[in-house]
């Protein structure tokens, strides 16, 4: 079992920045994914990015150029840098891990084995 907690959610103004950050702990030597997802209220939850135990990355396209996917392997901890922020990003960003031989469109779409408990960012216009 992998145990994800999430932190540094809050609120902010748009045009602001902030960072989650995600530590796993327990057999984290079992995944080779972690990446974040949010779901906003009455929508669907949605990946955001996601990072592979060899560095690759995957972003959303509304989120290209302004969120940036980072990890360290010393911390087991995965983080979210979040510039330029919108009232559209406003949602729950969720941790997620697991493991994959190949990473297809579907499983980017429904992320890995494990979730953290998500926690809330909310965008002021």
């Known amino acids: 079992q992998v145990q994800l907690v999430e932190s540094g959610g809050g609120l902010v103004q748009a045009g602001g920045s902030l960072r989650l950050s995600c530590a796993a702990s327990g057999s984290v030597f079992s995944i080779n994914y972690m990446g974040w997802y949010r779901q906003a209220p009455g929508k669907q939850r949605d990946l955001v990015a996601s990072i592979t135990s060899t560095g690759s990355t995957n972003y959303a396209d509304s989120v290209k150029g302004r969120f940036t996917i980072s990890r360290d392997n010393a911390k087991n901890t995965v983080y979210l840098q979040m510039n330029s922020l919108k009232p559209e990003d406003t949602a729950v960003y969720y941790c997620?891990?697991?493991?994959?031989?190949?990473?297809?469109?579907?499983?980017?779409?429904?992320?890995?084995?494990?979730w953290g408990q998500g926690t809330q960012v909310t965008v002021s216009s």
């Open positions: 997620n891990a697991g493991y994959s031989s190949y990473y297809s469109d579907s499983y980017y779409r429904t992320g890995g084995r494990y």
